[in-house]
């Protein structure tokens, strides 16, 4: 059965944000900590996306009408929304390289991990978005008092 | 939209997993639908109907069915 997240994804999609944050805050003896960070919130961002509400369609068990409708709306909304920031942090680290060329400050190598983490922050937003829109617009499952699991457990359903 | 699936189903003693069979969906898809949380597509309610051997308009409505009681009452009152 699949599981509603309402909370995980929002602190993954934080622990990868204040992989960035660090980077930014770190010397560069230490800032490669800013990368095991926003790393372990990439791999959390992985499981949580599989264990998630929507579930991941197979070549076996394809999403019925109701899953595909869920899943199209949930990307969607996600798609936006990475858009945007990325297009945000586009903006953002190319008004810090010109600041930096004029003035000096940030040197190449800061600007490198800093992006780096902002692509894993991306990459999580991606991957937890989905299930975040799903887990707080999907209405809750009731269980199938006619079955002895409740009607809860998945069933292939069958091509017609 | 509104629906009668609930009704016909415990009519003729089938379950959910039984109709999400019939009709190629997954079985949390009919509990969804009873509960009027997901409208179907014209191909599923048709199926659904079909399932049931009835017309599409007996089971899915744009507005509310008449409760069964007041319905029976009618049919009763008739002469």
Same mark, same amino acid.
């Given at each position: 059965?699949?599981?509603?997240?309402?909370?995980?994804?929002?602190?993954?999609?934080?622990l990868?944000?204040?992989g960035?944050?660090?980077? !930014?805050?770190?010397?560069?003896?230490?800032?490669?900590?800013?990368?095991?960070?926003?790393?372990?919130?990439?791999?959390l961002?992985?499981?949580?996306?599989?264990?998630?509400?929507?579930?991941q369609?197979?070549?076996?068990?394809?999403?019925?009408?109701?899953?595909?409708?869920?899943?199209?709306?949930?990307? /969607?909304y996600?798609?936006?929304?990475?858009? /945007?920031?990325?297009?945000?942090?586009?903006?953002?680290?190319?008004?810090?390289?010109? !600041?930096?060329?004029?003035?000096?400050y940030?040197? *190449?190598?800061?600007m490198?991990?800093?992006?780096?983490?902002?692509?894993?922050?991306?990459?999580?937003?991606?991957?937890?978005?989905?299930?975040?829109?799903?887990?707080?617009?999907?209405?809750?499952?009731?269980?199938?008092?006619?079955? *002895?699991?409740?009607?809860?457990? !998945?069933?292939?359903?069958?091509?017609? | 939209?509104?629906?009668?699936? %609930?009704?016909?189903?415990?009519? =003729?003693?089938? &379950?959910? =997993?039984?109709?999400?069979? %019939?009709?190629?969906?997954?079985?949390?898809?009919?509990?969804?639908?009873?509960?009027?949380?997901?409208?179907? &597509?014209?191909?599923? %309610?048709?199926k659904? %109907?079909?399932?049931?051997?009835?017309?599409?308009?007996?089971?899915? &409505?744009?507005?509310?069915?008449?409760?069964?009681a &007041?319905?029976?009452?009618?049919?009763?009152?008739?002469?």
């Open positions: 059965m699949k599981t509603t997240m309402k909370w995980l994804p929002l602190m993954v999609m934080a990868a944000a204040s960035l944050i660090s980077s !930014f805050i770190l010397t560069s003896e230490t800032m490669g900590l800013s990368l095991v960070v926003a790393g372990v919130a990439v791999a961002s992985a499981l949580i996306r599989v264990k998630g509400p929507l579930r369609p197979t070549l076996d068990e394809p999403p019925d009408e109701r899953e595909q409708s869920w899943s199209n709306r949930a990307n /969607l996600a798609f936006g929304t990475v858009a /945007l920031i990325a297009m945000a942090g586009t903006m953002g680290f190319a008004g810090w390289m010109m !600041f930096a060329g004029a003035s000096g940030g040197a *190449p190598f800061q490198g991990v800093s992006l780096f983490a902002f692509g894993m922050v991306l990459f999580v937003m991606f991957m937890l978005l989905p299930t975040l829109f799903a887990s707080w617009s999907m209405p809750d499952i009731i269980e199938d008092e006619s079955e *002895p699991d409740g009607g809860l457990r !998945f069933v292939r359903p069958r091509r017609r | 939209m509104h629906n009668r699936i %609930a009704l016909f189903r415990a009519e =003729r003693g089938v &379950s959910r =997993r039984e109709l999400a069979e %019939a009709v190629g969906v997954n079985n949390q898809t009919i509990g969804y639908l009873e509960r009027g949380d997901y409208k179907p &597509s014209l191909e599923l %309610a048709l659904i %109907a079909r399932f049931f051997g009835v017309n599409v308009e007996l089971i899915f &409505s744009l507005t509310p069915f008449s409760p069964i &007041s319905a029976l009452k009618r049919v009763g009152d008739e002469p």
